[in-house]
């Protein structure tokens, strides 16, 4: 019976992946969701029929052109379809729809709008960031329920998953503070995040090594509060903040002034609520895009899927998914680079596929 609803789950992903395909097409566009699917081509935009929207076989049948133009069907089309058709089919198999029908269906609503930021990631670059954040209540909640359900299953407590998502959010953020910093040649940021932003996460992060998480979480507070009273950005400069984390860091090794592993996790955690707060406000505003007069090293979506890893797989899970999709990002920036000459490599797909792995091997 498993392998009857890992077929049927197959069956059932392939489709799901025609649809979003649509999605990864026509969001970015500003196109409407709704209608027959066409050819994407403008010259052509020839209504499909139902024989032209059979999932992975009309790619196939149809040498990748569409039958009205001749025109080149991108391969993502193929891709999606098949990845969401395996993603459905292990999901099925690691959560059977006989025992565990709830994990099975929320799990796989996940993974299909995961798909969705995925195939946008790698075809713009870029993310929502604030549709990412209202991913994350779901994903705690699946794993929430599927534990309230199914003991059986050992998933993480809400308090691991908690901490998770933040240390996920804390560590993604300040790999990009670390990164952008270095790709500014070290100067400060010239258009630094009122009244609370990257500056603010660094302060929380420092703070937070040195003397705990809460002490951390209350002084990136305070300087959001400064930022407000003076209607500016107080500026503590970044050199002052990264170099300080490091050094905390580095004396904590010998345990003399400051504990390790302790100064590691309360820097990445108070970062973490930082973050999530940060996020939070961002969702409210409308935002000016300075990347080029202050690049950044990660996207913000990017940091707001790692923190649905952490929502998803828990503090164990966490740092094997991030294996996953370290060893999948590395072999695939350095196939991109030295065949297609890419320097930015999108991470979305490499985040998605350390979330199915870890979570489809039960490595929570």
Known sequence: MPYFYVVLFFVLGAFVGGHLNRLIHRIPRGEALGGPSHCLHESCKHPLGLSEQIPLISYLSQGGKCRHCGKRIPPRYFWVELFTAVSFAALA??????LHPVMTLLSCLIMAILVVFSGIDFEHRTIEFKHVLLLIPLGILTVWMGGLLYPDLKLPPV???????????GGFVLANNYGSWIMRMFREPRYPEYPIGFMTVNIGALV???FGVWWGVGAAL???ALNLIFKRVVRIPDFLTLIGLLVVVVLS???????Y?????NALLSAGI?????????STQKLVDDDQYD??????GDVMLAALMGAFLGLAGLWKGLIVMGVLGIFFGIFSRVVFKEKQIPLAPFITAGILVTYVMHWY
Request: glycine fraction near 4%; charge should be negative.
């Open 253 to 259: 090794l010998e345990n003399n002034y400051f504990r």
């Open 93 to 98: 198999y690691a959560f059977p729809l006989d």
């Open 274 to 282: 930082v973050v999530l707060l940060q996020a939070l406000y961002w």
């Open 222 to 224: 305070l300087a959001v």
């Open 159 to 169: 308090s691991n998953v908690l901490k998770a998502t933040a240390m996920a959010a």
């Open 208 to 210: 937070g090594a040195a």
């Open 295 to 300: 690049p950044i090293a990660v996207g913000f």
């Open 261 to 265: 592993p302790d100064a590691i996790f």
